[in-house]
């Protein structure tokens, strides 16, 4: 029986979405080398692919019904990483302590990998739940599930990072039949809190001018200082004018990521380093791999075995489609700077090992559709 299982799980592999998976981190290999050619940021993404690769392999054909069962573990072992992130351990990078130093394991940032964690207590939690709309009580569950490690990344402080778990809580409860009045309640309390907390923030100096002069680029483009907080974004949107329809084609005697025009080109701005080097043509290719990858993951929650499954597919989907077209509109300068990585291209071991580990749990999923 034991053989069967194996044989039908391998057969059940969906290599589809490996491939694009692989393929998308190979085309980002290329762009981190054409933005940084005399740095090793590329040679150490190759070795994370590596590394990346044989955690996808080891949660695909693991039973995720059982690593479900054990989210509250996960779950703990995660928050308590994130206020390591805090203490003496917690490493400082450009003005955010979001990174753990651990001796043999060396440093990373949790806040990538606790995503994980954070979609597999609410796929446990309102997997297991009857038909029927959400009850008030359950909505304000799957709320402090989300808080614990929003709370803890804002006091890196690191606000990119934490916008990119709302998403998985706004797909759990959308799917979970939430009551209209619910969405109704939230969104005018977003509309009402949000400028509020702005107001409060600049008053109380815990948004930094930085942070304010980055919103005010996308208010008023016109009027912002192409020599100071305006820089980012006026410099991307430059880079990615130069590419034209299929790029510079290696001419890095013009390149604002190679000659350092553009800031952070390996990470933030890689999608901008791949349109100057490939173009109209070659952004369109990326985004339709994106679009394919992320159209896979959605037919793969369809066929999901149980509602818990379903869940954790469509919550990573989410969270790839919102990083994906925060950190594209960042790129062309229609919203504000605010580091999100684009998923499986920018350079960092954390972001594609922790991606792979959910790409792992999306193919363990599919494997076994057909096994009660």
């Keep these: 029986m034991v053989a069967i299982l194996e044989k039908r799980s391998f057969?059940?592999?969906?290599w589809l979405v490996a491939i694009l998976a692989v393929a998308i981190v190979w085309f980002g290999v290329w762009q981190i080398y054409n933005a940084q050619p005399t740095e090793t940021y590329w040679s150490k993404q190759i070795v994370g692919f590596f590394i990346a690769s044989a955690a996808l392999i080891v949660v695909a054909v693991?039973?995720?019904?059982?690593?479900?069962?054990?989210?509250?573990i996960f779950y703990v072992i995660g928050l308590v990483l994130l206020v390591l992130v805090l203490t003496p351990l917690g490493v400082k990078v450009n003005g955010q302590q979001a990174w753990l130093k651990l001796p043999l394991v060396g440093q990373f940032q949790p806040s990538e990998f606790v995503k994980i964690p954070v979609v597999l207590m609410l796929a446990k939690y309102f997997g297991s739940r009857r038909d029927g709309t959400l009850k008030l009580k359950e909505f304000l569950i799957g709320g402090a599930i989300l808080a614990a490690p929003i709370g803890l990344i804002m006091l890196e402080p690191d606000a990119g990072q934490a916008m990119t778990y709302f998403p998985i809580l706004a797909v759990v409860?959308?799917?979970s039949a939430i009551k209209i009045r619910y969405v109704v309640l939230t969104v005018v309390a977003g509309l009402v809190?949000?400028?509020?907390a702005y107001w409060v923030g600049v008053q109380t100096g815990k948004i930094k001018d930085y942070q304010q002069q980055r919103i005010n680029v996308i208010l008023d483009p016109e009027n912002a200082d192409p020599r100071g907080y305006g820089y980012h974004t006026i410099q991307s949107m430059i880079t990615v004018g130069k590419g034209n329809l299929t790029g510079i084609k290696g001419d890095t005697e013009t390149s604002q990521s190679v000659l350092k025009f553009l800031p952070e080109p390996h990470t933030d701005f890689i999608f901008a380093v791949t349109a100057e080097n490939t173009g109209f043509v070659g952004c369109v290719s990326l985004l339709l791999a994106y679009a394919l990858l992320l159209s896979r993951l959605i037919s793969g929650a369809r066929q999901a075995p149980d509602r818990a499954g379903m869940l954790v597919i469509m919550a990573i989907a989410g969270e790839l489609a919102f990083q994906i077209f925060i950190n594209v509109g960042m790129t062309l300068g229609f919203l504000p700077v605010i580091g999100v990585p684009l998923p499986l291209m920018s350079a960092g071991?954390?972001?594609?090992?922790?991606?792979?580990?959910?790409?792992?749990?999306?193919?363990?999923?599919?494997?076994?559709?057909f096994v009660n």
């Design 173 to 175: 409860l959308f799917l």
């Design 349 to 369: 071991l954390s972001a594609v090992l922790a991606t792979f580990i959910a790409i792992g749990f999306v193919i363990s999923i599919k494997m076994r559709r």
């Design 11 to 14: 057969k059940d592999f969906d």
């Design 193 to 196: 809190f949000m400028p509020a």
């Design 62 to 72: 693991s039973d995720y019904r059982r690593i479900i069962d054990a989210a509250p």
